[in-house]
């Protein structure tokens, strides 16, 4: 099973927000995607379910075209900022609701974590504090049984403790029935242990999809003098310099390709993947050579 | 100038929100106002902008009632998650709507801004993104020149570079015109070098008030063989312990009433800021004894 994005544009208000985005997602693997505000990300994740129309190209789950397809839109659930659910409307509704539209919703897996949040199934929505509403609609997307999940921004006004608790059901549940998982965040450092692969978006693109693992191994940071830095790091993709005195920082995306041995005057240090993405989406940055 | 909470409740559908909430606000100087989900933290800055009606108690202002007092409400100003303005209106007209009803609104610091986050005065609110969207809002709030600005989950939906910059504009209008941000917040590693008061609610209460340096001296961990650490810690307030093998850390909150010298087995670790308040609201911690 594939989900193949190919060639999708977006044009608002006079704005491309989505240039010629092409990708594939893997079944049962947990996506990270990331990008800077407006980057387009959000718009991609409503294209994909049907809630916004791209202006060119196409999105098919094993080469059927999912646009206005119900039988495909079953297998795609989209958590989003948008609440869906009227505001009067009981928790213990909304898991009917989507029960009646998704078959197979785990209803004891989405009691379980009702009382592990706390949180009461005859509360309605609008009573709720903004944490709350969205751990609300957590809870129906990861009781959902659709190949392919898709979380916009799952733990915005999550406090520390429910950030964590979230991560730990999305690894029981896609323990438990793997799936595909898209988690669109800013919060990085928490999600890479979680993320397989990687998909970076900037500026209505998508600059780089790798695995989690790829991008931890050839993201580093090289520190020493300035002019051995310099001379060390002229064949590869240099993302950010930093200099202080003499000494210069480096930011490397290719760290496979710097061939020669380090000097012994200089230190290498692996990249986060927050780090990573903050160099790589710098304004005004290198980017484009990426 | 000072803004008293006098032992204000709320009641909500049947639920206790708020339970006697005491606190002195002094003029000129930034709040970290800490809670998990559901604290209470909202509720409580929706009543001193009277923007929510109390069960019991007061909000003075130099002694003013300020309870649908004019005068009072001028010198306040609260950003949430609410929008107040319409979604249709362009950012160029709130800042012209903000400007006529608050004296001093700084339009030259808010175009600075709006330059530095790269947004257009002609875009409307409806058309932003999520993040975006924030922004423009935290744009308004740090132009205004109210005496007590209160920012309910600022930097909601906000990418790293964003926060960052917004912390930026945050110091550098209160270095121009001092006066009192109380900002309430999850991401609270990224605002300790900014506050210079802690608030922390708990279930409705304020659980602690204190200045963020007083917090770090004496918030603590202490690690090493249990029964040491057991020995040691056995009159202070101890949040948390945690065991792994016969090794034992235990979080303790008043690390200035340890007394003796630390035993040479021992080793003693100062909190920050984020950890300090995580294990102080653990649920079934042992909060209740602070």
């Known amino acids: 099973m594939t989900l193949t994005i190919a060639n999708l544009s977006k044009v608002y208000s006079r704005k491309q927000v989505l240039s010629n985005v092409t990708l594939e997602l893997k079944a049962e693997t947990i996506y990270g995607l990331l990008g800077r505000n407006g ?6 994740l ?4 049907n809630r916004s129309i791209a202006t060119a190209g196409a999105v098919e789950l094993d080469s059927m075209r999912v646009y206005e397809n119900e039988t495909c839109l079953n297998r795609l659930y989209l958590m989003s900022e ?6 009067q409307m009981k928790i213990k509704q909304m898991f009917k609701q989507t029960a009646a539209f998704y078959d197979g919703f785990d209803e004891n897996f989405a009691k379980k974590m009702l009382t592990a949040f706390g949180l009461d199934a005859n509360s309605s929505l609008r009573k709720l504090s903004t944490g709350y509403r969205s751990i609300a609609k957590l809870i129906v997307a990861l009781a959902v049984d659709c190949d392919y999940i898709f979380l916009d921004e799952p733990v915005l006004g999550l406090d520390a403790h429910h950030r964590e608790l979230f991560y730990q059901f999305l690894l029981e549940t896609y323990q438990q029935k793997p799936r ?4 669109s965040t800013h919060l990085i450092d928490e999600i890479t242990y979680l993320i397989e692969e990687v998909i970076i978006m900037n500026e209505g693109e998508v600059i780089q999809a790798a695995s989690t693992e790829e991008i931890l191994q050839t993201g580093v940071a ?5 002019e051995l830095v310099e001379a060390f790091v002229v064949l590869v993709k240099v993302l950010d310099k930093e200099t202080f005195g003499g000494t210069m920082t480096a930011y490397v995306t290719d760290a496979d390709k710097l061939g020669a041995e380090l000097p ?3 230190r290498l240090t692996p990249l986060n993947l927050q780090t990573y993405f903050i160099k790589l989406t710098k304004e005004g940055g290198q980017t484009d050579e990426i």
């Open 39 to 44: 980057a387009g990300k959000s718009t991609l």
């Open 46 to 49: 409503n294209i994909i379910n």
């Open 82 to 87: 948008d609440t869906l659910f009227p505001s």
């Open 180 to 183: 595909t998982f898209v988690i």
């Open 222 to 226: 090289i520190t020493g003098p300035s």
């Open 264 to 266: 012994e005057q200089l």
